[in-house]
């Protein structure tokens, strides 16, 4: 068992390795790299275990005591469960990653990345402070941006890259501003120091800043749009960051400000039906979906969904649960599609599969493990944490309720469809298969026991009227989904076209507000900033060539002027001055006369 204060370990081995592998990786052999990645990332989660006890808070040292923002971990029961989670799941993944990308080149790149992403998802859950947070939460960002654009000579990735690096910016600067907010009604932002806070006038604006920042990070409507693009990253980024880990930050954040909600119930709403909507969109449009990926994509928006809702009624517990079990069956569903692709080489269309359960039994057998987990099926993971977070709704509100309800038959559906696309019926092109390697599958296999076990394990309150109406939703859902396979005409093409939600803000902030307001800031700078720098240097010209007429005119010609004068004043004296001896004897003898006449009759005279 290790202290609060040795937590910082958990930290220190992923960082290494990142380092170590980001400086001199490239001239590592491929073994040497994959040990030095999975082994970073298995000392945490050895550090994580030896923690689950630990409790308290470490301050390490200042870092900016201005805002009472020291540098210090926390470790209670919140922090430790996202440390086991990120380090758990992260290192099965690692050890998965291993082999499913010894072809791809950048291969030290790709675990350094993969690293980094580790050490800042821990620093973000084990920070004591919003501060300490927000450095994890752009670290993390940062990372993700790296990732997804893993294959930068791929022009798609690039774009999905940059989509979800701007569209995380907008919740990130409301996060920013919201901490800010935060600081000034309360003097501090640490969350020990936080617990006495009462309501007072700006904290309701101040969570729903923060939410914001949730939403973005969590893929929430109206930022969800960021998400599914993001699946052109490598397979294990998507299982790592876009399923298990990063995109549960928001809910992490929801979880750490429960108290603040709790003081803003009118934020804690709005957060609810911020995910209602998200689960209810997420379900339609998966349930539409041709490629793999996307179709889990879209499957990870609504059930985060499920877990704002959760959150947002003040269920902070169940949206946790769901939060553990939806990391064991989604990583199990996306590292299943990736030995799914691997097997055909690179092919993600689900109409082009099929009959793939009698030649990859154990891919089959995993995944329809994760897939029932998915749906909620009774038994599996994903029925237990859904349960809960459909009780709460029940409790709270209504409408919640029935939302849920509705998003928990189409989650049945889609994954029904997802198994009997991919393993059902005869297969769509017949292809020689490319078999996972043996490391692949035992991966597999152990996430689809954490898929059975973690839902038992972590069961609280069993609720029998909604376990009920949770199984009818599950018996739906999986009748529709065996009808529904290719699911096509004019009733599902705002799901096809994700409500168009695309399509407005293409329209309305790419085309509208960047393109039309970059062309209005391009004929602003011609015609307003040039002009102004035009006018300024034309008035620079006018005064240049009036300084000079001045300088020519006036101070030249009085310098003349005064010469002139003085050469004229000059001229009768210059009469007298001959250079004759003679003359100047004579004037001198006149002079001299004139003196002594003076002299001797000047009195009389």
């Known amino acids: 068992m290790v202290d609060a204060g040795m937590v910082w370990l958990a930290l220190l081995f992923p960082l290494l390795g990142a380092a170590a592998l980001l400086a001199v990786g490239r001239r590592l052999p491929k073994l040497v790299i994959a040990g030095i990645a999975c082994g970073a990332v298995a000392a945490s989660f050895a550090v994580a275990v030896a923690a689950r006890e630990a409790r308290g808070e470490a301050i ?18 919140l922090s430790v469960r996202m440390m086991l989670i990120i380090t758990g799941i992260g290192t099965l993944i690692h050890l998965y990653a291993a082999v499913y990308m010894a072809g791809d080149g950048g291969y030290y790149r790709f675990f350094g990345y993969m690293n980094l992403f580790v050490f800042f998802m821990l620093l973000l859950v084990l920070a004591n402070n919003y501060a300490l947070l927000f450095a994890g939460w752009e670290g993390v960002g940062l990372a993700s941006y790296l990732l997804i654009g893993y294959y930068f000579d791929r022009p798609a990735a690039g774009a999905a890259a940059i989509k979800a690096f701007l569209t995380n910016r907008v919740g990130d600067a409301a996060f920013l501003l919201g901490m800010f907010l935060l600081y000034s009604l309360t003097g501090t932002l640490r969350f020990t120091a936080l617990t006495g806070t009462e309501a007072v006038p700006g904290l309701g604006l101040a969570t729903l800043l923060l939410l914001a920042g949730a939403c973005g990070k969590s893929a929430q409507f109206p930022l969800h749009v960021w998400l599914p693009d993001a699946m052109e990253g490598p397979t294990p980024v998507s299982a790592l960051i876009h399923a298990a880990t990063m995109v549960t930050a928001g809910v992490y954040l929801l979880a750490r400000s429960s108290l603040l909600f709790a003081l803003t119930p009118e934020s804690a709403l709005i957060a609810a039906w911020i995910g209602a909507m998200t689960a209810f969109l997420g379900a339609t449009v998966a349930v539409v979906q041709t490629d793999i990926k996307r179709l889990l994509a879209w499957s990870t928006v609504s059930q985060l969904g499920f877990m704002f809702m959760a959150a947002g009624a003040g269920a902070h517990q169940a949206a946790l649960f769901h939060l553990t079990t939806h990391a064991f069956f989604k990583a199990l569903l996306f590292l299943g599609a990736g030995s799914v692709i691997h097997a055909l080489h690179g092919e993600q269309d689900l109409r082009k599969m099929g009959g793939l359960a009698r030649r990859m039994p154990a891919t089959f057998f995993t995944m329809f493990v994760g897939a029932a987990a998915l749906a909620g099926v009774p038994g599996f993971a994903g029925f237990f944490s859904k349960d809960e977070i459909l009780h709460a709704l029940f409790e709270s509100s209504g409408p919640l309720f029935i939302t849920g309800l509705v998003a928990a038959i189409l989650t049945a559906l889609y994954s029904t469809r997802l198994v009997r696309m991919v393993f059902g019926g005869p297969p769509a092109e017949e292809r020689e298969l490319h078999q996972p390697p043996r490391l692949m599958t035992a991966i597999l296999a152990v996430l689809a026991g954490g898929s059975f076990v973690a839902g038992w394990a972590g069961m609280g309150r069993f609720h029998m009227a909604i376990a009920m109406a949770s199984v009818v939703c599950v018996a739906v859902g999986w009748l529709l989904g065996r009808r529904s396979l290719d699911l096509d005409g004019p009733l599902y093409e705002p799901f096809r076209r994700h409500w168009y939600i695309d399509e407005l803000y293409q329209r ?69 001055q001959t250079g004759q001896v003679q003359t100047y004897g004579i004037m001198i003898l006149a002079g001299v006369i004139l003196l002594t006449s003076y002299l001797v009759f000047g009195g009389r005279l």
């Open 60 to 77: 390490l040292g200042p870092w900016l005591p201005l805002v009472q923002a020291d540098w210090g971990l926390l470790a209670d029961p």
């Open 508 to 576: 309305w902030i790419v085309q509208g507000l960047a393109r039309r307001g970059g062309a209005w800031l391009s004929r602003f700078d011609a015609g307003a900033v040039d002009g102004a720098v035009n006018a300024t240097g034309a008035m620079g010209r006018v005064a240049g060539a009036f300084s000079a007429w001045w300088d020519a005119a006036v101070v030249d010609g009085i310098v003349r002027n005064c010469g002139f004068l003085i050469k004229d004043l000059s001229y009768p004296v210059r009469l007298i």
